[in-house]
């Protein structure tokens, strides 16, 4: 818990997502691991964060990058070793930083045990443990479900004649999470880490376990046309059943009931896009503590987009949603908004704003920097996304997945070894942790402050929030003691205050420089303004 407040650890808590891969390379092999990790960790506690969640780093075929898992309860040998894990959880803990670990329930790698046994065994045990059908009459998939990464859904297996259920690739065949046997695995899978010393888990796709028992077609929510990539064609469909099915909650609940004394949070990434549905996952309090909720990775820069997520889900979950503006998944923020000074000055002024919600906002590695995406050298990308749907217009995920840069040494300090798993340009000098830590206006140093500022500004998550309507560029959140003010207009604006007197104690210009607050205020374009009742 952050001093000062009431309620559970994560309370007003800031995390740090660790995309385990590109982090740091301990043994020099070219690819990231746990002891890496525990090497970096004072970076995080001169952050400030308060929680890192590391993505999986179970053994793993990796076609997916580690979303593959072939086995839940150890260490992959490119990553470490479960001695490894203990260590970095004893020296985070040591260092009052929480670990949260990424369990991946939705699917097995095809190599998972439960899966050769379903193959090998038709009439086993294991069969069951995923989704099979028959074909179609015409010999084709059961029905239209489409995978994320391109293609049906389904996969005929040889052997039995039938379909097995997949909405990644192939090689990570679907758990069916309506056999009671799973739900028991996955209770173990849990204890195993809880006992191990984990403070919580980040749940993969937690909005797709429990497919619809009918297998009914979704319905198409826009035609399909020859020049879309596999993610334009997923979003092409309402996925009504083969995602965000009730039951899912019910799962959750079991979860929160399993690990009730343990003071673990759970928090689920949900790919719903209406907010009364994804609030769902955190309504009762007795479900999911917090969703990931990653429509705001598609917002524009605009601000009706920005005013509907956040007046939308801020009354429905107040302390329930962790903001992301970055994670290994999507274009970097900085990128999406237009790279360069301009890309990193938007994405600051919407971190501000997010550290200034409830619930637990998570920077991703090399945000704290103001990271673009990093150039992947020619021929060289490894995404699924990419390799796998050639000639698709869409770009895939290297792009933020490249080496955190450290130094401005060969790969940027990130690893000894010539190699990296993903070659890519390194970063100058002034986008790296050395060329910014000793900086007073650097990135980092900003988002040190801004950290910083959170947890000394209770106010910002346990005061209830209001959003009037306001028909200039201006995103304005009012509560009792703050306020906040963000400008996303190319030119400065000028805000009415509620009765003060106010201070401006937080600009995503320049930090904790405080300025004292009129009636009305001038915000410079692109910045937003936290102020306090003084
Ligand atoms: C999640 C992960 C992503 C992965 C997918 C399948 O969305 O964040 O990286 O490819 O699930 O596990």
Redesign the pocket.
């Known amino acids: 818990m952050v001093s000062g407040t009431g309620g559970e650890w994560w309370t007003g808590a800031v995390g740090y997502e660790i995309y385990v891969r590109s982090f740091a390379d301990h043994s020099g092999d070219g690819i990231g691991d746990l002891a890496g990790v525990t090497d970096h960790l004072d970076h995080l506690v001169g952050l400030g964060v308060d929680v890192v969640w590391l993505?999986p780093f179970y053994p793993t075929p990796g076609f997916?990058?580690g979303?593959?898992i072939s086995d839940y309860c150890a260490v992959d040998p490119a990553h470490g070793t479960l001695d490894d894990f203990d260590r970095l959880t004893a020296e985070a803990h040591r260092r009052g930083l929480r670990v949260v670990v990424d369990l991946?329930p939705?699917?097995t790698s095809a190599e998972h045990p439960w899966f050769r046994d379903a193959l090998a065994n038709p009439r086993g045990d294991c069969r069951d443990y995923y989704i099979w059908e028959d074909p179609a009459p015409d010999g084709g998939p059961p029905n239209n479900w489409v995978s994320?990464f391109g293609g049906p859904a389904w996969t005929l297996e040889p052997g039995s004649g039938q379909y097995y259920c997949h909405l990644?690739l192939p090689e990570?065949p679907d758990l069916n999470w309506s056999n009671p046997d799973v739900v028991a695995e996955f209770d173990r899978i849990l204890l195993f880490w809880a006992d191990r010393g984990v403070d919580g888990f980040r749940i993969?796709?937690a909005h797709g376990l429990v497919k619809d028992p009918l297998r009914r077609d979704n319905s198409l929510s826009r035609p399909l046309t020859p020049d879309m990539g596999p993610v334009e064609i997923f979003e092409s469909y309402d996925h009504d059943h083969d995602l965000d099915q009730d039951a899912n909650i019910e799962i959750f609940r079991g979860w929160n009931q399993l690990l009730r004394s343990r003071d673990i949070i759970l928090i689920g990434?949900i790919?719903v896009s209406d907010q009364k549905r994804a609030s769902r996952y955190v309504a009762g309090g007795d479900g999911l503590h917090e969703i990931f909720f990653l429509e705001s990775t598609y917002l524009p820069w605009d601000v009706e987009s920005w005013r509907q997520a956040v007046t939308g889900l801020q009354p429905l979950a107040p302390t329930g949603v962790s903001w992301v503006l970055s994670?290994?998944?999507r274009p970097r923020a900085v990128t999406r908004f237009g790279g360069g000074e301009r890309g990193a000055r938007r994405a600051f002024a919407l971190a501000t704003l997010t550290m200034g919600l409830g619930g637990t906002p998570f920077i991703y590695q090399g945000e704290e920097l103001g990271l673009p995406d990093g150039r992947i050298e020619e021929g060289r990308a490894t995404d699924p996304l990419a390799v796998r749907n050639p000639g698709s217009p869409e770009a895939g995920?290297d792009g933020c997945r490249t080496h955190m840069p450290w130094t401005d040494g060969p790969t940027n300090g990130f690893s000894p070894a010539d190699r990296t798993w993903l070659p890519s340009q390194d970063r100058p000098a002034h986008l790296t942790v050395a060329g910014q830590s000793d900086d007073p206006d650097s990135m980092l140093n900003l988002y040190r402050d801004l950290i910083a500022f959170r947890h000394r500004t209770p106010a910002l998550w346990e005061e209830p929030l209001r959003w009037p309507d306001s028909a200039t560029e201006v995103v304005l959140g009012l509560r009792p003691r703050a306020l906040m003010v963000l400008n996303m207009a190319p030119e400065p604006r000028e805000v009415r205050l509620p009765d003060g007197p106010w201070t401006v104690s937080f600009d995503s210009r320049c930090g904790s420089c405080r300025s004292a607050a009129a009636q009305s205020l001038v915000v410079t374009r692109e910045t937003c303004l936290i102020l306090t009742r003084t």
């Open positions: 993505t997916d990058h979303y593959d991946v939705n699917h994320h990644f990570q993969d796709v990434e790919g994670c290994h998944d995920r």
